[in-house]
């Protein structure tokens, strides 16, 4: 059973490109969590999906970040207009249901670079 | 906001010495639960303590949840060096869903 997928695994973008960062949760998992990880700091919660549903984005940025989760397919976090402090690694999570008793797993990550 | 601090920032141990991470909410939390993040790895959940004052084992770990439901503790006995890596609290608030706030983490090294 294949674990959460996330890629690419490194991403290397110029200060004003796009960065989309892609996450296919555990088979049969219908909730996604993305977190940001700075250097040396803890994660930091950014958005909740469901399948076609944005639940919470309470800790997404107002501007340039957006997130999906469509009916098909692997949920996107997308950056847009990177800035040097967007460098970080992005870590999706999934779980089977959304309520507090389940454990999420997490993806390998992506580390993001903007030069 | 909620806040969930941990103590202390780092740790260095000598194999075989004892070590214990400490976690605080500003708030009344759910639940809590407990990860590891190897250097360079991902987090990898531990355990989920649910009730007052709760207790679990797993091997050479105790994990604690206050009777307030406002703090925890992670105390591993006897580390090896296998025990490398940050340990994360994360408390989910009250209200429902499985939403984490993490705390800084508490990296540990541990010198043969």
């Known amino acids: 059973n294949a674990g959460v997928m996330q890629n690419p695994r490194h991403l290397v973008r110029r200060r004003g490109q796009e960065a989309r960062l892609r996450c296919s949760p555990m088979k049969g998992h219908s909730h996604v969590y993305w977190y940001r990880q700075l250097p040396e700091e803890g994660l930091k919660f950014m958005v909740y999906?469901?399948?076609?549903?944005?639940?919470?984005e309470s800790g997404m940025p107002k501007e340039r970040f957006s997130a999906e989760f469509p009916k098909e397919g692997p949920s996107i976090l997308r950056i847009q207009q990177v800035v040097r402090g967007d460098s970080a690694a992005y870590f999706c999570?999934?779980?089977?249901?959304?309520?507090?008793?389940?454990?999420?797993?997490f993806g390998p990550g992506t580390r993001l670079t903007v030069t | 906001g909620q806040q969930v601090m941990q103590i202390p920032q780092y740790q260095h141990v000598q194999e075989g010495e004892d070590f214990t991470t400490y976690c605080n909410s500003s708030?009344?939390?759910?639940?809590i639960q407990w990860y590891k993040q190897r250097p360079g790895g991902h987090p990898v959940f531990l355990i989920q303590?649910?009730?007052?004052?709760e207790v679990k084992k797993q091997k050479r770990l105790t994990f604690q949840f206050g009777e307030a439901k406002k703090n925890s503790s992670l105390h591993i006995t006897a580390t090896q060096t296998t025990d490398v890596g940050t340990y994360f609290c994360?408390?989910?608030?009250?209200?429902?869903?499985?939403?984490?706030?993490f705390g800084a983490g508490t990296r540990l090294a541990v010198h043969p």
């Open positions: 999570a999934s779980s089977p249901n959304g309520l507090a008793a389940y454990e999420q797993y």
């Open positions: 303590l649910v009730k007052s004052g």
């Open positions: 999906l469901q399948k076609e549903n944005i639940i919470d």
């Open positions: 994360a408390g989910i608030p009250p209200g429902g869903y499985n939403k984490l706030i």
């Open positions: 708030t009344t939390l759910s639940n």
